[in-house]
């Protein structure tokens, strides 16, 4: 089952926006889930993680300070909340599931990728 990536929509500079990833198919070998997102002609990148088990997290340098990532473990839900965002900060926003301790950053350790939903922040 793919994670549902929700949440995304037009924003202005400054403005927030609370992205939600369902993740229905979750179980306990599902270690972390992760948040990446892709710009038009870019590659994929990390933006931020959370382990299932202890809550540690992860962020990328661009969004530190700016997002918090959290999670329901009763609703199988991981949630992106994003701060002051910037126009650098659009793009479409994917969530996807690791089942080991694996590089938390490294997209290639993830699977169940969504469709995402897209955000977009004007200035």
């Known amino acids: 089952v793919q994670l549902q990536a929700f949440g995304g929509g037009l924003v202005q500079v400054g403005g927030s926006l609370r992205l939600s990833c369902a993740d229905s198919g979750r179980t306990l070998n599902t270690f972390r889930t992760g948040w990446f997102r892709q710009a038009p002609g870019k590659e994929r990148e990390f933006v931020a993680a959370?382990?299932?088990?202890?809550?540690?997290?992860y962020y990328s340098d661009s969004v530190k300070g700016r997002f918090t990532i959290s999670s329901d473990n009763v609703k199988n839900t991981i949630y992106l909340q994003m701060n002051n965002l910037k126009p650098e900060d659009t793009a479409r926003y994917y969530c996807a599931r690791s089942r080991g301790n694996f590089q938390p950053t490294s997209a290639k350790w993830y699977e169940r990728w969504g469709q995402g939903t897209q955000v977009t922040v004007s200035s």
């Open positions: 959370i382990n299932w088990s202890g809550g540690m997290t």
